[in-house]
């Protein structure tokens, strides 16, 4: 017992003394490194109490502080080998391992590699209940986001942070760069259509880390009652919201690639309309198609199929119609366009919306506008007020330029 603690001192020391010279190293170096390839700044913080991890497949430590290698080991396995006592692993949407569907539950279980027990925080229950956290010091939150609003990791941060503050337990967020932090934009969330795909009054595509965005939850009160979370934040060196961030990892089963990755602010929209976002090809959040657009105008066309992520995908085997997006040019806003287009171009346009639209848009008067015949620029034009406000906001807590 003796010999394993000198042991795991002596690497723990070591990989210290490493990760202070790869730090100072760096500082010129154009690429980021996230906030899991700084040990040196946490693993003090961590050494002899229980922790528990938020992760999944995009919580990595990348070798040579590298994301563009490929080359990376998964943070709770490091941590394990260092000694670090992680108790138990908190897997969001889509899963520990990333496979699962969108809105899938996740099921609790155990990790074949390490035997640790795995919680959901996407079944049952969503906001941990506080005797799963009883027996931890720290939690760490590590995830990968992609700065969409409806994109439930930050949903997830909230209600860890709100189940750690009546605990006094601290959470160490390791953070990463926004792959959309290029740009704000969107209608900003009514609360009166709060959910789990949005639970805050921030415009769709924000322009925050999770470390900002878990600043900007405390500072404006909105864990239950005002209560604080006591936060310890590992920012990314290197990194500005201008800065081009393509994500090494995909983030989720159907957003496979950068493209997608941009893509989605604009496209997920049509997750709450009769149009295919793509799920159920190889090209996720790159095309979207309908068998109600019109055969004509849209000459692109797939079909469907059950895949990796998508095991009942919308219009399963029926040949949609529609555009392919995989050359369109990156965007730095919104595209109403495409959603716009493709209502006034359906042959089902009492069917085209479902009630989770309102939930996307988070506010009533999207769908109002579209249906009324208001273009894409008067619709971008009622948001600017309330976005010109929330950026003030939002500088309160930015961490980055």
């Not at 806003?333 to 042959?347: F, G, M, P, R, V």
Request: hydrophobic residues 35%.
């Amino acid at each position: 017992m003796k010999l394993k603690f000198i042991k795991n001192t002596v690497l723990l020391f070591v990989v210290v003394l490493l990760s202070c010279g790869n730090r100072s190293t760096v500082k010129n170096e154009s690429f980021p490194i996230v906030g899991a390839n700084q040990l040196a700044l946490y693993l003090p913080f961590l050494n002899g109490k229980n922790i528990g991890v938020v992760a999944n497949q995009t919580t990595v430590i990348f070798k040579n502080n590298k994301e563009s290698s490929g080359a990376h080991t998964h943070l709770v396995d490091s941590l394990l080998k260092l000694g670090i006592k992680i108790k138990k692993v908190f897997a969001p949407e889509h899963g520990y391992r990333g496979k699962a569907d969108a809105g899938e539950y996740v099921k609790d279980g155990l990790d074949i590699k390490t035997g640790l027990p795995i919680v959901s925080l996407y079944g049952a229950n969503r906001k941990p209940n506080p005797e799963i956290l009883r027996d931890l010091d720290v939690v760490i939150f590590d995830v990968q986001d992609v700065g969409a609003r409806f994109y439930t990791f930050v949903s997830t941060l909230h209600y860890m942070m709100e189940t750690c503050a009546t605990m006094n337990i601290p959470i160490l967020i390791l953070d990463r760069p926004n792959p959309n932090g290029h740009y704000i934009d969107g209608p900003i969330l009514d609360l009166n259509y709060k959910s789990f795909v949005g639970m805050h009054p921030v415009p769709v595509v924000y322009g925050m880390t999770i470390g900002e965005y878990a600043k900007m939850i405390n500072g404006e009160g909105w864990l239950e009652n005002g209560i604080q979370c006591e936060l310890k934040i590992i920012p990314v060196v290197n990194y500005h919201h201008k800065k081009t961030y393509h994500l090494p990892i995909k983030p989720s089963p159907n957003i496979p690639n950068a493209k997608a990755v941009n893509l989605y602010s604009s496209l997920c929209f049509f997750e709450g309309t009769n149009v295919s976002s793509g799920r159920g090809t190889s090209t996720q959040f790159q095309v979207y198609g309908s068998p109600f657009l019109n055969s004509e105008k849209y000459n692109y066309v797939f079909t469907p199929k059950p895949n990796l992520g998508a095991k009942n995908p919308m219009h399963n085997g029926v040949k949609c119609f529609g555009k392919d997006l995989t050359d369109s040019e990156f965007l730095s806003s919104i595209n109403l366009e495409w959603l716009i287009d493709a209502y006034n171009n359906t042959s089902n346009k009492s069917d085209f919306f479902n009630p989770f639209f309102t939930k996307l848009a988070g506010q009533t008067q999207l769908q109002q506008q579209i249906e009324s015949g208001r273009s894409a620029n008067d619709i971008r034009e009622s948001w600017q007020k309330d976005l010109e406000a929330f950026k003030k906001i939002r500088a309160n807590y930015l961490l980055y330029p």
